[in-house]
């Protein structure tokens, strides 16, 4: 099992930025990539972004592309998450996840199942 601490979220004016961190600790060895996921109010969690652990490959949902990325640290096992001009609609509670699945025909990064742990969440509120 792998347990994963997110930080760094927080009240914001829209445009500003923000960058979560997610430090995995415990069985980090059989990890294949990593995601973030986020929750509005009344919403379903949905995807954000996620990142291959050992190639780097990178995949973000629409609504966030060419003003997120993420990254990972090998060595600190750590994943980010770094948000630029951000939106009112940006305010969620995101969560960081870890999967062990590998790359298949049937693997869709964008489903929260495909991943085994999960953060406890942080708090982003961007405000207009």
Not at 6 to 35: K, N
Not at 76 to 92: F, H, I, R
Request: hydrophobic residues 30%.
């Amino acid at each position: 099992q792998v347990q994963l601490v997110e930080s760094g979220g927080g009240l914001v004016q829209a445009g500003g930025s923000l960058r979560l961190s997610c430090a995995a600790s415990g069985r980090t060895s059989s990890t294949t990539a990593m995601g973030w996921f986020r929750q509005a109010p009344a919403k379903e969690r949905e995807f954000v972004a996620h990142i291959r652990w050992s190639f780097g490959s990178t995949y973000y949902a629409d609504s966030v592309k060419g003003r997120f990325a993420i990254s990972r640290d090998n060595a600190k096992n750590t994943v980010y998450l770094q948000m630029n001009s951000l939106k009112p609609e940006d305010t969620a509670v995101y969560y960081c996840a870890a999967g062990t699945r590998y790359w298949s025909s049937t693997y869709d990064y964008r489903q929260a199942s495909q991943y085994n742990s999960w953060g406890q969440g942080t708090q982003i509120t961007v405000s207009s």
